[in-house]
């Protein structure tokens, strides 16, 4: 199994487990990758850190790690509790063309996408030395437009696919839970075609939700070690996770991620591998295995509420 760490580099801090991405908490890059990087290379881990062009002054140099893109189109205000915050990037607002303060990249023609991505592909670049080949798209929001600005722009993979999902700002509802990566079609990109950029949807624990460390206060960790052993026992070729570099200042979420990642290095068979390094995948038909699951029963995913899982799932079906 190829285990993939993505992950989406940006300012921010924690607050009641909650992440608030403040653009004067440099501490979200500055500390936040620097720890990441300390708990994935005790287990001999590689991530994949997306980086926001805003915030390329504050990422370390020099590191062992893959650096692809990161971008979070727009500039509008949102609020969390008595936090108030702005989402965008500072660097593209200043640098492209932008007809809208929209958040949600779809919003956006294929040109004023292509100028943003091919802008910040140029700044990491410049920064790094390097030149990124995967991308996450702020909000997970892509269209059709989106990944024909990748493949001109010469990308090779986008992270931005949280499987079987539709809320209001993004939509991958086609795609099953379970989705290992594939080529889009040019008419659609949550439908299988030959173009030749890949998408690798981000693992989905059951019956909803990204695999990812910010997520353990709502459902436990026993939930996503659970999540694992779902794919790893039929056998998936890879399993996708996902999180955001502000996490990784808070102790809470860096021992999560910690115990996490040391589950999964004590089984067989497991190469952690760069965004860049995956490659679709054949003859692999996946289902639902609730077995390991229910084993993993814990607090957590009991005051988020069976019955509302089992409604969910089952459409409430006694």
Partial sequence: MDILVTTHTEFGFVNDKHIIPDKNATDGVYKGVPNLIKIADKYGAKVTFAVMPEVTAYFPKNIDHEVGL?????????????FSFYVGDSFLRENTNQSSTSTVLKDYSYNE???????????????????????VAGRWSINNDTVKALIKADFKCDCSAPAHSKPCHHDWSKLPRICMPYHPSADDYQRRGDLRLLEIPVSQIF???????????????????????????????????????????????????DDFLKFISKHDNINFKFASEITEYKDFVPKTTILPYLF?????????????????????RK
């Avoid at 990161?70 to 008595?82: C, D, K, M, P, V």
């Fill in 113 to 135: 996408q292509l100028e943003m991505i091919k802008t910040g592909k140029d700044h990491i670049y410049e920064t790094f030395g390097t030149e990124p080949t995967s991308f």
């Fill in 70 to 82: 990161h971008i979070h189109s727009g500039w509008e205000e949102f609020h969390r509790g008595n």
């Fill in 296 to 316: 993993r029963v814990n607090n957590n995913i009991l005051k988020t509420g069976l019955k509302t899982v089992r409604s969910k799932v089952f459409g409430g």
């Fill in 207 to 257: 019956p909803l939700g990204n695999v990812n460390p910010e997520s353990v206060p709502v459902y436990g960790l026993s939930w996503f070690k659970a999540c694992f052993l779902e794919y790893y026992n039929q056998n998936a070729p890879l399993f996708h996770i996902c999180l955001h570099s502000p996490c990784m200042v808070d102790p809470y979420f860096t021992s999560a991620m």
